[in-house]
Each structure stands twice: as structure tokens, then as C-alpha cells.
């Protein structure tokens, strides 16, 4: 393919998938012909040809010819500005997006997800290599996924970012910030000129609604408050969730806990979590009912999951919500030396929670999953996390998707579980090996399970036990255990809501 026929085949991608009309060919032609340095136009044909190639020819061309620096950070800062070329104005997609609405809201998330991907801001060439399994468990199928869709930055890049915009005011604020719509981004910021948000009103307030650029699971999305707040759980928190559920009955909802550790990656920007997705622990059933005096409407119970869950549901949110910020309310100054759960130490708090929201039917259903942040000398992580022994396979925080019940594991995996399947097969010392010496003790203990483990069975057997050794993380971010005594804590902490 051609330069020219790059160019023109980008413009046919734009008609074709509807980022732009047939009327504004000669213009978008004219905005890749400036990105790209060219003063004139050779007529040619567009080629019928994946995006990811298209974009690889008008990359490269810009490389050769100096327009851009080598590295993919410089790439993937203009290839978003090559897509931006072909993307309609915000108060456009916006427009569509709410005359779907009118007719379906799931009509509108459909058409809103598609566009998302069309225009490239999720990248669906880099999606598909991720790896992604099943892993039955006590607790049911569990989901396992090695993200490798993030883009790692080059030496040159993060040299270079070092000094990159040092003095200069941090804006947008964070990545989650609206100002981020249209933004070119730099070396130290991820483009987002083919970024296009959806404005909602929850609870009241301003809000939006985008994707992630990363999906972890169908139509990962994120609803961010337009203003830059930190990230708090109490009783609006429960409110804005079930607001957005109402909005979009399809979606699940849910928002990562508001402390360190057992918090989500971003705790400077309140935002939650949705999509189209049903997660095993939403699949869990209620292995023990409860009843909460003075909400007899409200239907409670522990969930049978690795982590300490509480459910409500009814038909009343008001009520469901209620209950809710009594729990947490009662949570937050919760101690139990012998269950080892303390609400502070020193004046910092360690109680609070991950609550999950979604529609089942007529009712509306809330998750509580109780959280702990406490570190010991023992634990310096946190008590409730991923312990040493599994630091191998997992050693950041368990934030909302991961409690229920996807992993996702560090990117380095990919190569390392490979070559673990080599040495296992060929009897190699796996403590000789560096790349893999930290999997040794690991692979010691499963490997008494199994008769024979050979070429034709490794994989198989690797991905079940990261599934089972994930099952085992929840259980120990699960603040009473799974256990006679663990359940008799935890009913002691429920019979306590007042």
C-alpha cells in the first residue's frame, strides 16, 4: 500500500463506518495531508485493508521522513491525531448517542461502544492479544486476563518525559478529568483527540460517561464526575450507583473502595465502573440469609465468594440504600481483635467498602464487599491482599473488577508462563533461571496434583492453577475468613447494624 493509497483508504475507513460523511471527503483529506507534512495530493484508490495497517503505512512514512520521532509513544500520540481527522464533534456523537436513547438505552450504549472502537480510541488490534481464560472454582468460573493492549513506553520516551512539561500546571488533572476530550497529550499524557464523552446527570450532578480504552470485559465503561474530587464511599456514593443503574438498566455499576491498598487506581477522581457484563460473584448465590430489624423489605444476605460480600435487594432504592449506609456506618468504626479487623490504628481508618449495583428483574441489587487495609510487620502490603507466597503471579491491589472475580494479571506473564511450560516439559531447573525463579516454589506444590505433565497438557494445567492461586488471593483479601469461625465473625458483625 501506497502513501496515497493510505490516505485515501483512511478517508474510505471514515465513510464506511460512519465517523463521517461522504460530503467531507475533500476536507479530511486535506487535515491528513497537513498531519502528515504533504503539500499535494497524488490521486489513488483506497485499499480495502485493516485499520491497523492502514495507520502502520502513514506511521511509518512519518517516521522516514522525520515528521515523528521513532518510539511508540510518538506513534500512538499521532496516529490518535491521524483519527481525529476523520471524528465528529463532540456536541455530534452527543446528539446521536441521546437520540438513540430516547428510543432504547441500550440502543444508544450499542451505537456508543461500536463508535468507540471505530475511531480507534479502544484499539482492537491490541485488544485481541490479550490472553483471556476460565477457571472453574468452588465459588464458580472465575475469570483470568493478561492485559497486554496498554502500550509500554520506550527508554527514549520516559527519558525524554523526565523533564517533559515539568514546571508547567498539570491539565487535564488526570486521566479521568473531561478535560481530557480532544486533548493531544504528550509524553507523560495519553492522546485523546479521538476521545469523545457522554454527559449524564446522576444523583443530581454532572457527570460522564465514556469506555475504556483497555476493556477488561464487554463494554467496559466509566462514569466519571465532572468536577476533580477524590473518590469517597458513603451513602450518596450508594445513591449515584443506583441513579446510574435507573439510566441504564443493562449496566452493572460499581466504584473501588476510597483507601490505599484496597483502593482502585485512580483515588483522586470519584468514579465507578460499568458495563455489559455479568462477573461470577454477580452469579454467586446467598448462602446465608439475614434479616436487618427494620428492613423487613429488604432482602439480605452473605454471598458465597471467596470475599466477605453482603447482598440487598428490593424494589425500593430508597430503602436498599438505607440499609446500605447503616452497614457502612456500622463498618467504618468496626473493630474485632479476635477476627483481627480494626477500624484505625493511630488515627488512620482501615474499614470501607466496594459496593456494586445492577438490576435483576424487577429489583435492584446492591454488593457490599467488606474491605481492610491494616498492614503488619508480617504484611506490609496490607493483611487483606495478595500474601508473599503469591507476589509471583499478583502483588497489586485487588480493586473493583478483580474482587468480583477477574484477574488481571501483570503483562510480564505472557512470556514468563510460556517459558515456564518449556522448562517444566524439558525437567529444567526452574530456580537456575531468572526470568522464572520466583514461579520454582509454585510450581513445586501443583505439581504433586498431576500424574504426568507433558507438552500436550502444560498450558492447561498453568492457567487452572493462576485461576485457582487468584480464587486463593480473594480469599485472603476476604477480611473473615472462609471458616466456621470466619462465618460466626461475620454474623457477629451483621447482628451489630443497628
Known amino acids: 500500500m501506497t502513501l496515497y493509497e493510505a490516505i485515501a483508504s483512511l478517508v474510505e475507513y471514515g465513510v464506511k463506518t460512519g465517523l463521517c460523511e461522504t460530503a467531507d471527503r475533500i476536507y479530511i483529506t486535506n487535515l491528513l495531508l497537513d498531519c502528515m507534512k504533504l503539500d499535494t495530493l497524488v490521486p489513488a484508490e483506497p485499499v480495502d485493508a485493516p485499520l491497523e495497517d492502514i495507520l502502520k503505512v502513514l506511521l511509518d512514512d512519518a517516521r522516514a521522513r522525520g515528521v515523528i520521532e521513532e518510539g511508540i509513544g510518538a506513534s500512538d500520540l499521532f496516529d490518535t491525531r491521524l483519527m481525529n481527522c476523520l471524528m465528529p464533534r463532540p456536541s455530534e456523537v452527543r446528539k446521536k448517542f441521546f437520540t438513540l436513547y430516547e428510543n432504547s438505552a441500550k440502543e444508544a450504549t450499542d451505537w456508543y461502544y461500536k463508535f468507540s472502537q471505530d475511531s480507534d480510541y479502544i484499539r482492537r488490534y491490541r485488544i485481541k492479544n490479550d490472553l483471556k481464560w476460565v477457571t472453574k472454582t468452588e465459588y464458580g468460573d472465575i475469570d483470568i486476563t493478561i492485559n497486554l493492549s496498554k502500550p509500554e513506553k520506550d527508554p527514549k520516551a520516559i527519558a525524554a518525559a523526565r523533564t517533559a512539561r515539568a514546571n508547567a500546571e498539570k491539565y487535564p488533572k488526570c486521566l479521568l478529568c473531561p478535560q481530557n476530550e480532544g486533548y493531544a497529550g504528550h509524553l507523560n499524557h495519553p492522546a485523546r483527540e479521538n476521545h469523545r464523552v457522554i454527559p449524564l446527570t446522576i444523583d443530581g450532578g454532572d457527570w460522564y460517561l465514556q469506555y475504556s480504552p483497555y476493556v477488561y470485559y464487554n463494554e467496559h465503561c466509566i462514569v466519571f464526575n465532572a468536577e476533580h474530587v477524590p473518590m469517597v464511599i458513603d451513602r450518596s456514593a450508594f445513591r449515584k450507583l443506583f441513579g446510574f443503574v435507573k439510566l441504564f438498566p443493562h449496566y452493572f455499576v460499581g466504584s473501588n473502595a476510597d483507601?490505599?491498598?484496597?483502593?482502585?487506581?485512580?483515588?483522586?477522581?470519584?468514579?465507578?465502573?460499568?458495563?455489559?457484563?455479568?462477573?461470577?460473584?454477580?452469579?454467586?448465590?446467598?448462602?446465608?440469609?439475614?434479616?436487618?430489624?427494620?428492613?423487613?423489605?429488604?432482602?439480605?444476605?452473605?454471598?458465597?465468594?471467596?470475599?466477605?460480600?453482603?447482598?440487598?435487594?428490593?424494589k425500593d432504592t430508597d430503602r436498599i440504600v438505607d440499609l446500605a449506609d447503616k452497614i457502612l456506618t456500622a463498618w467504618r468504626a468496626y473493630t474485632d481483635e479476635d477476627a483481627f479487623i480494626f477500624a484505625e490504628t493511630d488515627g488512620t481508618p482501615h474499614n470501607t467498602i466496594t459496593p456494586i449495583a445492577r438490576k435483576r428483574g424487577e429489583d435492584y441489587e446492591i454488593d457490599l464487599v467488606l474491605r481492610n487495609n491494616i498492614t503488619t510487620e508480617q504484611y506490609p502490603d496490607g493483611v487483606y491482599h495478595a500474601h508473599p507466597e503469591h507476589h509471583h503471579l499478583k502483588r497489586e491491589n485487588i480493586g473493583l473488577i478483580e474482587v468480583m472475580g477477574l484477574a488481571v494479571l501483570p503483562s510480564r506473564l505472557k512470556t514468563e508462563i510460556s517459558a515456564l511450560a518449556d522448562a517444566i516439559v524439558e525437567g529444567k531447573d526452574i530456580t537456575a533461571d531468572p526470568l522464572i525463579e520466583k514461579h520454582a516454589a509454585w510450581v513445586k506444590e501443583f505439581s504433586a496434583k498431576y500424574d504426568k505433565i507433558d507438552r500436550e497438557n502444560v498450558d492447561a494445567i498453568l492457567r487452572d492453577e493462576i485461576g485457582l492461586v487468584f480464587s486463593q488471593i480473594l480469599e485472603q483479601c476476604g477480611v473473615f475468613a472462609r471458616t466456621p469461625e470466619g462465618m460466626a465473625q461475620f454474623e457477629r458483625f451483621a447482628n451489630s447494624v443497628k
Open 259 to 314: 483507601l490505599p491498598i484496597v483502593g482502585g487506581s485512580i483515588l483522586t477522581h470519584e468514579h465507578f465502573q460499568g458495563g455489559g457484563y455479568e462477573f461470577a460473584m454477580a452469579k454467586a448465590p446467598v448462602e446465608k440469609t439475614m434479616c436487618f430489624d427494620g428492613y423487613e423489605d429488604v432482602n439480605a444476605g452473605i454471598v458465597k465468594w471467596p470475599m466477605s460480600v453482603i447482598r440487598l435487594s428490593g
